[in-house]
């Protein structure tokens, strides 16, 4: 039966045009990428060159700028503040912090240790290595919260520091929308040790539990819902579709399930806190992992993601 083209959705008619739902790109959209392709080398030149302050501090004013022109993405970002039962005045800090975190992140691709701007004290570093010793591979669940990059970063500091060699931590990542992007995006995450697996390309799921089995940490990023298995949840204040993959893959082959995150120091700094989640030990393990995330967005609420939320 054919339906009608003005039947058709925009994500139906998106997905046309997306190669990575099959889709094809017409020869307007092809010139498009490939200037868009320029203008991120030409940018990540220019970011690879500032002083740190000037870059974190640049991005940080471009955050608050687009708070302030964008009424759509201001008024989004309040309302699921508003609907967290948040202070929508906390807006424009969000996206001020979203820039200078923005920033941080590009500072990867300049190498260096991350010892002095991320904290790993003893007893998540302890929690870490004692889920690691079991010989299963370790699901460590985290949020884009902070400069989420530099999180993997530094796992892989601590994996590289207690001698466990090649090949590094995992981390489950979208793959950009254009392919001729993912080297741009993904290199100071290979340049740091890590395996990068894009969870829309064929093997992904094979790569993810090799690693498991060769008992490496994998990296997850559900906060923020997407194209993937999930179950309903009551998240910020509503309700939300939350990635169940991580939860299936700790159950089906035993790997720890850790909860990490990036929370702010006083100093500027950041400390990398890492616990043991309990979700699997609940009777609704989606709910209970989801107040497990929360918990840790509601104490640092100025530094997530709030313009995701769909």
Request: charged share 25%; glycine share 12%.
């Given at each position: 039966m054919s339906v009608p083209g003005d039947a058709v959705s925009e994500a139906q008619e998106?997905?046309?045009?997306d190669v990575r739902e099959g889709g094809s790109w017409s020869q307007r959209q092809r010139m498009k990428n490939a200037t868009l392709r320029a203008l991120v080398r030409t940018a990540l030149w220019l970011a690879d060159r500032l002083p740190r302050?000037?870059?974190?501090?640049?991005?940080?004013?471009?955050?608050?700028?687009?708070?302030?022109?964008?009424?759509?993405?201001?008024?989004?970002?309040?309302?699921?503040?508003?609907?967290?039962?948040?202070?929508?005045?906390?807006?424009?800090?969000?996206?001020?912090?979203?820039?200078r975190n923005l920033g941080r992140c590009l500072l990867l691709r300049r190498g260096g240790a991350l010892s002095d701007a991320v904290e790993l004290n003893a007893e998540s570093a302890q929690c870490l290595d004692d889920a690691l010793?079991?010989?299963?591979?370790?699901?460590?669940?985290?949020?884009?919260?902070?400069?989420?990059?530099?999180?993997?970063?530094k796992i892989a500091e601590h994996w590289q520091a207690a001698g466990r060699g090649s090949p590094g931590p995992a981390?489950?990542?979208?793959?950009?929308?254009?392919?001729?992007l993912d080297p741009f995006v993904d290199q100071h995450r290979v340049g740091r040790g890590l395996e990068v697996i894009h969870r829309g390309k064929p093997g992904a799921s094979a790569r993810i539990l090799r690693a498991l089995r060769q008992g490496r940490p994998v990296g997850f990023l559900p906060d923020l819902g997407g194209r993937v298995r999930s179950e309903?949840?009551?998240?910020?204040?509503?309700?939300?579709?939350?990635?169940?993959?991580?939860?299936?893959?700790?159950?089906?082959?035993?790997?720890?399930?850790?909860?990490?995150?990036?929370?702010?120091?006083?100093?500027?700094?950041?400390?990398?806190?890492?616990?043991?989640?309990?979700?699997?030990?609940?009777d609704h393990p989606s709910q209970a992992l989801a107040a497990e995330l929360e918990?840790?967005?509601?104490?640092?609420?100025?530094?997530?993601?709030?313009?995701?939320?769909?």
């Amino acid at each position: 039966m054919s339906v009608p083209g003005d039947a058709v959705s925009e994500a139906q008619e998106l997905a046309l045009r997306d190669v990575r739902e099959g889709g094809s790109w017409s020869q307007r959209q092809r010139m498009k990428n490939a200037t868009l392709r320029a203008l991120v080398r030409t940018a990540l030149w220019l970011a690879d060159r500032l002083p740190r302050s000037w870059l974190i501090g640049l991005l940080g004013g471009v955050g608050g700028l687009v708070h302030l022109v964008s009424r759509e993405l201001r008024e989004r970002t309040q309302r699921h503040l508003r609907r967290a039962d948040l202070d929508p005045a906390l807006s424009g800090v969000v996206w001020r912090n979203c820039g200078r975190n923005l920033g941080r992140c590009l500072l990867l691709r300049r190498g260096g240790a991350l010892s002095d701007a991320v904290e790993l004290n003893a007893e998540s570093a302890q929690c870490l290595d004692d889920a690691l010793a079991e010989g299963r591979g370790v699901v460590f669940v985290s949020l884009h919260l902070g400069p989420f990059e530099w999180l993997a970063a530094k796992i892989a500091e601590h994996w590289q520091a207690a001698g466990r060699g090649s090949p590094g931590p995992a981390i489950l990542v979208r793959e950009s929308y254009d392919p001729g992007l993912d080297p741009f995006v993904d290199q100071h995450r290979v340049g740091r040790g890590l395996e990068v697996i894009h969870r829309g390309k064929p093997g992904a799921s094979a790569r993810i539990l090799r690693a498991l089995r060769q008992g490496r940490p994998v990296g997850f990023l559900p906060d923020l819902g997407g194209r993937v298995r999930s179950e309903q949840v009551r998240w910020l204040g509503g309700l939300a579709e939350l990635p169940i993959g991580p939860l299936r893959l700790a159950e089906r082959t035993g790997a720890r399930l850790l909860i990490g995150y990036l929370e702010p120091k006083p100093d500027a700094g950041f400390a990398l806190r890492i616990a043991p989640s309990k979700a699997l030990l609940s009777d609704h393990p989606s709910q209970a992992l989801a107040a497990e995330l929360e918990a840790r967005i509601r104490r640092h609420p100025t530094h997530w993601l709030w313009m995701g939320l769909k």
